[in-house]
């Protein structure tokens, strides 16, 4: 069973920045892309960034320019840096990995004031 596990989240203001990190118990880390996902009250979970298992990465257009996502595959570790964080940026973030099967963490709640 392969587990991860979220960190990083909190109430920070508008302008502001957060570092999440999402640690994965296994050592099949290295090999998968990873993903970071939202979901904001009363809205379908989105798709926020993707990193390949080579460093390759993607994001959602509204975050572009903004967030970064990288990884640390010794460690075991996807981050999702966050900056210039703006309000509807609040939701629930979420890091996936699609192995052969999928695995989400259980998330962490990211809240930008204005």
């Known amino acids: 069973q392969v587990k991860l596990v979220e960190s990083g989240g909190g109430l920070v203001q508008a302008g502001g920045s957060l570092r999440l990190s999402c640690a994965v118990s296994?050592?099949?880390?290295?090999?998968?892309?990873m993903d970071w996902h939202r979901q904001a009250p009363g809205k379908q979970r989105e798709l926020v960034a993707t990193?390949?298992?080579?460093?390759?990465?993607n994001y959602a257009d509204s975050v572009k320019g903004r967030f970064t996502i990288s990884r640390d595959n010794p460690k075991r570790t996807v981050y999702l840096q966050m900056d210039s964080l703006k309000p509807e940026d609040t939701a629930v973030y979420y890091c996936?990995?699609?192995?052969?099967?999928?695995?989400w963490g259980q998330g962490t709640q990211v809240t930008v004031s204005s």
């Open positions: 996936r990995m699609s192995s052969s099967d999928v695995y």
């Open positions: 296994r050592s099949i880390f290295s090999l998968y892309a």
């Open positions: 990193i390949t298992s080579l460093g390759s990465t």
